[in-house]
């Protein structure tokens, strides 16, 4: 996924996707969303989340993930919605 340009969304939910969340996904060029709700993701979310300054959109909702948030959220200055519950 690293070689997508130009890529504006990525929507995996609700498809069964187990495991951590992969660290390569911030290869990502210039993701608005990414909706990776209604998994078995599982660990907590990883601070290079916010290293992709575009992102206004995060949904993780209903999966497995535990621990506290990441202070990197900070650095998301465009975020307009995180869903985490």
């Not at 609700?14 to 909706?35: C, E, R, V």
């Not at 990441?70 to 975020?79: A, F, G």
Request: proline share 4%.
């Amino acid at each position: 996924m690293s070689k997508l340009e130009g890529l504006m969304a990525v929507d995996l939910s609700n498809n069964h996707l187990s495991g951590k969340i992969p660290k390569n996904w911030n290869d990502l060029h210039i993701p608005y969303t990414i909706d990776l709700s209604k998994n078995k993701f599982t660990g907590g979310i990883l601070s290079w989340m916010c290293s992709m300054h575009s992102l206004n959109w995060l949904k993780l909702s209903d999966n497995k993930l535990s621990g506290e948030l990441s202070p990197s959220l900070q650095n998301c200055t465009r975020m307009s919605s995180l869903q985490q519950l």
